[in-house]
């Protein structure tokens, strides 16, 4: 797994960034493009958990091991996940 960070103050452009880059290289994640709310703890589980809705993936009350279950689906495939506001 390659894991890229792009960095710079509030405003300067780096969701833009990430978006161009997903639009531009989708195929090449065969559409498993992801894009999680990352300002806070609360807003990534929220992303999660309606990621793991969209895959029918049971309920879990652990937030470690809703990630893992969500991870898990994308396993053996290519794909982008963009933690937006992660600081």
Same mark, same amino acid.
Request: glycine residues 6%.
């Given at each position: +797994?390659?894991?890229?960070?792009? %960095? !710079?103050?509030? &405003?300067? &452009?780096?969701?833009?960034? $990430? @978006?161009?880059? +997903?639009?531009? /290289?989708?195929?090449?994640?065969?559409?498993?493009?992801?894009?999680?709310? +990352? /300002?806070?703890?609360?807003?990534?589980? %929220?992303?999660?958990? &309606?990621? $793991? $809705?969209?895959?029918?993936?049971?309920?879990?009350?652990?937030? @470690? @091991?809703? +990630?893992?279950?969500?991870? %898990?689906?994308?396993?053996? @495939?290519?794909?982008?996940?963009?933690?937006? !506001?992660?600081?």
């Amino acid at each position: +797994a390659n894991i890229v960070c792009i %960095s !710079g103050p509030a &405003g300067c &452009g780096k969701s833009t960034l $990430a @978006r161009k880059y +997903a639009f531009d /290289h989708f195929d090449k994640y065969y559409s498993d493009v992801v894009w999680i709310e +990352a /300002h806070s703890v609360d807003s990534m589980r %929220s992303s999660f958990e &309606g990621l $793991a $809705a969209k895959l029918k993936l049971p309920a879990e009350s652990d937030t @470690r @091991r809703l +990630a893992t279950s969500v991870y %898990s689906v994308f396993n053996r @495939r290519k794909y982008l996940f963009v933690f937006d !506001g992660l600081k």
